[in-house]
């Protein structure tokens, strides 16, 4: 998961973050896929993980607990973009 703190949000720590990450996953690891669970309810998560090349594949509806109710996650998927499809 991808925390930035209140203070240090909005000037791209988290897409900074993300795409070491990935590098380090791809170039390093040798995955050949990532996935993460985005919660619905926050549209700039979403964003992040889609401007990293992440892809939705579903909503998984009721998925995590948030207090006292359940919450949506979009599970997304993003592949090395240099591995053989």
Do not use: C, N
């Amino acid at each position: 998961g991808l925390a930035v703190g209140q203070a240090f949000r909005k000037q791209g720590h988290a897409q900074v973050g993300l795409a070491l990450l990935m590098t380090y996953a791809f170039d390093h690891l040798g995955l050949r896929m990532l996935y993460a669970e985005v919660p619905a309810e926050h549209p700039a998560s979403l964003h992040i993980f889609t401007e990293a090349s992440f892809e939705s594949r579903g909503v998984l509806t009721q998925w995590v607990k948030r207090g006292a109710a359940f919450a949506d996650v979009h599970l997304m998927q993003a592949f090395d973009p240099s591995a053989d499809a």
